[in-house]
């Protein structure tokens, strides 16, 4: 795990998720390959499982953060992309875990407790067909969306690296 | 008749549905508890090399990883015929150790102390570790998340990952630690062990010190009298990671004591057509139904049980409370179900004072780590207690190794018979006729079996849409005559 140091005024990207159900590994598939594709020392990439309060953890002393996960939705088609922040969450496969608290309170309780919270936090969602079968490979309405959806991840995130370069002060 | 779902059950890791069905005057008949199943685990795994199998089972569940690496790392030296050396096994404890130390912290801070802390029919906004953080203190809710995450750490260290662990291979461990890590593991227990003090004394105060929450403990509707089974030393104490399996009957009375390859002798899984989840019950005893009582073949796998079934702790300042447990609840065993929490606790002291023993123990630096393999015996089984229930896993090979079956009974499922029959009685004891259902009534029933800290990772994790808790009062059309929702 990095230090609270080196995570200063970064973007951590966290792709969580169970790599072996099928779909519901697409967050820490993308953060494979967007890993390969956004190299800049300006992000870290890592992976999870779970969120409750091991989130407060991981997401401590970053600038900003991505989350890259599965969701299931009762109307949404495979391959939908949700951008979503606090304002508008919902709840995606793995932020909240229901042995634990939830994302909402445990982002709650790390400001409660003075914890260093990322200022942003962003939630990409991809609606997924499967997750409750145990295969490496996708669905294959997953499989073919697949591309599109690493496309508009790898877009998102060169979108928060600009925002995040330092604007240089006119001489 | 009536029917009262709720769906999905809130502070239940995994996603369940729970529907009770009322009489037209109200009254509860009966309770379904439902939980959607993972499908596919042993297809998965046939055909791999069965030393592959506790790396990959440690993806099955990002609650209790620890405790199928543990099993499957038991029952791969099984396969293999090999013991693993004194420091592999101790050093497999104290991850161990560990392991439950973060697990029983979080549930007791984040699942069990809103009910008590904050109040089971409060509001449900404040509910939560929050409220339970304002009632106690800012300091104290440092605590917890420091605590946690220093067994967390430990967990890393010894496991190569805190959630994907692979430390375990046939005939022991990957890695040792140093002395200097050793040291560090010390001081980080020694911690442990103040901090479960301090929270066994908070659930003394708190809990024992109101006699409204004393007399929910015992006097409402979340007793049931099962028999219990725990993992023993040879001492007959708890043990989390090795030993027999004990069961002992609805008086304390030991009924069984089998060894981990002889568990399809004495427990038998039965399926029942509106439940996904098996129901494990006491194969020598044979089916009796969803009834208690001494004829009944319903067992408990719980923090609770694992002391009921055993004779004392095996660390002395667990042992003094396990006394204090007993001779306040009125002698063992205890039935109460709501006394799950404090036995947890009891098993927080454990599992902090085994961590220390373990870390200065001179063996737990040893350079030993694995014993030389021995032949393919085909077949093994590793048992653990898991923090929700006594965890079997099963594998049969061929003659080279590769995985032609698996076979896993997980912690939470040999309580299945148990959480339907205590939901009911919740349920019964709490709806009375003609009387307004409210969302502090749903929640003191969701209390019967948020005390067994049921996990169904192993078995469920979709979620479909917003986290919420619904409650449909249906006629017998199944028109909806009214609706509750909680966030």
Known sequence: MTSFAERSGKILVLGIGNEILTDDGIGVRLV?????????????????????????????????????????????????????????FLETSHLSNLHDVSFIEAIRLGRELGFDLPEKLHIFAVEIVEDMVFSINFTAEIEKQYPVILDTAEHFIRSMIEMNEPVESPV | MRKITIDPITRLEGHGKIEIF???????????FQVPELRGFEKFCEGRPVEELPSIVTKICGVCPGCHHMASGKAIDAVFGVTPPPTAVKLRELFYMAHFVHSHIAHFYALAAPDFVVGPTSDPAERNILGVISKVGIEI????????????????????????????????????????????????AEGFVEFSKFSVQLFKDVVLGNKDYVDIILNGPYSLKLHSMGLVDANNKVNFYDGRVR?????????????????????????????YLKFPYLKKIGWKGFVEGQDSSVYQATPLSRLNASDGMATP???????????????????????????????LIYASEHCLELALDSEITGKELRSPLGKIVGEGVGIVEAQRGTLTHHYWTDDRGMVKKVNLIVGTTNNNAAICMSLKKAAQGLIKKDMEVTEGTLNMIEMAFRAYDPCFSCAT??????????????????????????N
């Open chain 2, 247 to 275: 069961v002992v009957d609805t008086e304390g009375k030991e009924l069984y004591k089998y060894s981990p390859n002889e568990y399809t002798d004495f427990i038998e899984e039965r399926v029942e057509p509106w439940s």
């Open chain 2, 461 to 486: 994790h979709s979620l479909p849409g917003q986290m919420k808790m619904e409650l449909i009062l249906k006629d017998l059309e199944g028109k909806i005559l009214r609706t509750i929702k909680r």
């Open chain 2, 317 to 347: 300042i667990a042992q003094k409370e396990y006394e204090a447990m007993y001779a306040i609840l009125g002698g063992k065993p205890v039935h109460a179900t709501l006394a799950m929490h404090w036995a947890r606790l009891i098993e």
């Open chain 1, 32 to 88: 494979d390959d967007l890993q390969a594709k956004c190299f800049s020392a300006e992000i870290v990439f890592d992976k999870g499982t779970v969120g409750g309060l091991e989130i407060l953890e991981i997401i401590q002393g970053y600038r900003e953060v991505l989350f890259l996960d599965a969701i299931k939705t009762n109307e949404g088609k495979p391959g939908e992309i949700y951008h979503m922040d606090l304002s508008d």
């Open chain 2, 141 to 188: 809710g440092t605590e917890v998340i420091k605590q946690r995450r220093i067994a967390q750490e430990i967990q890393a260290l010894i496991g190569g990952h805190q959630t994907h662990v692979i430390m375990n291979t046939p005939g022991g461990v990957k890695k040792g630690i140093t002395e200097e890590q050793r040291d560090d593991i010390v001081k980080k």
């Open chain 2, 22 to 32: 009322l009489h037209p005057d109200g009254s509860v008949e009966n309770v379904y």
